[in-house]
């Protein structure tokens, strides 16, 4: 058994213990080579449920303030990701978004399974945001299928403030990959980006059953905080 094999066998019982999961769809990722798992974002802790959930192991390449353990809660969350090792961590001040996506294409062309969060941050009220166009650029540069993942029941373990997380149920839910030969050959267009990207955020809502807003997270979030 591998290392993050082990480590699963520890870390995936407890946490269904704690939070009761109900998986759906497992069968859509591929039993080998790369692959794309797109993800709404409810919750710091979403990483750890798809990790779980996923039959291969799943790479993210995450902020460093995933692994902040100042509360109780998040020193739960950072070390549960950290037995589960297959986390990438970008600890490098002013990286630009074009590097942090080099790094992903490592990963993809690696054969691995690249974990994403297309909306760019945290979800500030349980609806789907507009995905940004890196993903696409990251499928259609590799090839790589890219399997929509719906996460329910996330955003009430862990909110924000919260010092202790709560018992709750989880769904994680994998679709089928999303058809983007439409857009084949169109990396590098912004038009075939943003469309492939909107295609991948079609099927995310249809299976959360989340409302979409065609507008970013972090734009939303950052008028919130001026209120």
Not at 142 to 169: C, D, E, H, M, W
Not at 186 to 195: L, N, V, Y
Request: hydrophobic share 40%.
């Amino acid at each position: 058994m591998s290392l993050y094999g082990a480590a699963k066998a520890v870390v995936a019982p407890a946490s269904r213990l704690v939070w009761p999961q109900k998986v759906e769809g497992a069968q859509h990722v591929p039993d080998q080579g790369p692959v794309i798992l797109a993800a709404n974002h409810l919750s710091i802790i979403d990483p750890l449920f798809i990790g779980v959930a996923c039959p291969r192991p799943v790479r993210f390449i995450a902020k460093k303030e995933l692994f902040d353990e100042s509360t109780f809660a998040k020193r739960i969350v950072a070390r549960a990701l950290k037995a589960l090792g297959p986390v990438s961590v970008d600890r490098r001040p002013g990286q630009s978004s074009q590097e942090a996506m080099n790094n992903s294409l490592d990963v993809i062309n690696g054969g691995e399974v690249f974990g994403i969060f297309p909306e760019g941050t945290r979800s500030p009220d349980g609806r789907l945001y507009k995905g940004q166009t890196g993903l696409a650029w990251l499928a259609l540069s590799t090839g790589a299928p890219v399997v929509p993942v719906a996460l329910t029941g996330t955003q009430r373990i862990l909110p924000p403030g919260r010092k202790v997380p709560s018992f709750n149920r989880v769904g994680v839910r994998f679709g089928e990959p999303v058809d983007l030969s439409p857009w084949e050959g169109g990396a590098d267009k912004a038009k075939p980006r943003r469309e492939a990207t909107d295609a991948i955020m079609d099927a995310i809502a249809k299976l959360s059953g989340q409302e979409q807003i065609a507008r970013y997270a972090a734009s939303v979030k950052a008028e919130l905080e001026q209120q």
